[in-house]
Every structure is written in C-alpha cells, then in structure tokens.
C-alpha cells in the first residue's frame, strides 16, 4: 500500500511530493530478490522505518551487494539502480524541486548526483532521532505530518514565514478546527502558539474568530 499526497504549502516550492509505503507483500519466498528502479531525474529522500535497511547492489551479478542504511538520499541520476525487495519494507520518503538540496541538506544537488547517501552523514546524530519520531508516528497519515515537520524544521528561518505557521494560515482558510491544524503542524500546542503569536500577532483561537466574524 502506499499513501501520497502534496506537501504543506511552506514545502511545496522544494518538494513535490510525499508518500509512506507498506512493502509487506515483498517478503515472500519466490520472485525475485532485487528491482531494478528506473531514473525520474530527481533528488529524493527515503526513511526506512522496517529493520531491513537499503541494499544496492553493483550489478546484476553482484552477489553481496553493500548496505547503505535506513535513511537514504538518492541524489539526481540518470542511470538505473538494483535494490533488494527480498524482506518487508515500511517508508516514508519524498521527492524534491530543485534547489532543496542546499537548504534541506547544506549540500548541492550536484555533489549528491548519481549516488545513495546516508542521511546520517547531512544530519548527523538527529537522524536516528528523526528515524524514531517516524517509526512512533502510527498510521501512514500521522507519519507524513511528522515527515513535514521535520523537513519544514530545515528550512533556514530567513527564507520567510515559520513552516509550522504558514501551513496553518493556508488551512485557516477553510477550517477553524484549531485543534486538527495544531495536530498537523507536528508541535506541541504550546510551541504552536508561541510560533503562530510570533508571527500573526494573535493566538490561533483568536485569529479564527477573528475571520469567522468577517464571513457573510
């Protein structure tokens, strides 16, 4: 099964797409082992959340191919790759716009081409934490709220509104359910606050009122 849907509006001029998957079917004992996976010309992101991690394989002939982890970006490629479908993979992942790699990674999109990277070696230590925020998400829904969070958590803080709040504005617009859009935003409803004040100069509760006052 796999789940997608467009990024929150403060991600969308760097991602151009979400989605969690559930693998389960692949552990089965026949058919192939590994799959051959086919250029799109874009950079992108996969969190593992399953014990089996990335295995890639040199060749059709490799027989041991080499790990590269649970979290993995694939740079921009214009070649195909062998990976290992032969164990069950649950992921959340993400294709990128040009010109996320700098802010979402501190590395340019051309340093990353052509090759898996671990994720570990552009985020360090917050990896693994990240990782595990994912894995206690629950159900696919609630994993790429968290998945947004924590890619809108990079974007340098200069490049314009908080993510958290921007999201929020945009489903203000059509919603006055507080409650959900704090949900979604990946916050405590505490820093929600704070942020959304910071930024609007009125809580979320207030501002909402504040429009429902306005509509005919």
Known sequence: MVVTRAPVPALRPFVKLLWA?????????????R??????GAMHLVVRLSDHPLRLYEHL?????????????GGARAAAYLRDVSGPARSVGAQFLPGAAV???G??????AGRHTPLEDLWGPSTEESRERLIAAGPADRQLDVFESLLAARLPRVHGIHPAVAHALERFSTTHEVRRVVKESGYSHR?????FRAAV????????RVLRSREP
Request: with cysteine.
């Open 21 to 33: 998957s559930d693998e389960a079917s692949r552990g089965r004992s026949r058919g192939p082992a």
């Open 35 to 40: 799959e051959l996976v086919l250029p799109t």
């Open 61 to 73: 002939d490799d027989p041991v191919g080499h790990v590269v982890g649970h979290a993995v970006v």
């Open 103 to 105: 802010l979402l990674f």
């Open 107 to 112: 590395a340019r999109a051309d340093e990353l």
């Open 191 to 195: 820093r929600f606050i704070e942020v």
């Open 201 to 208: 100069g009125l809580g979320p509760k207030l501002y909402c």
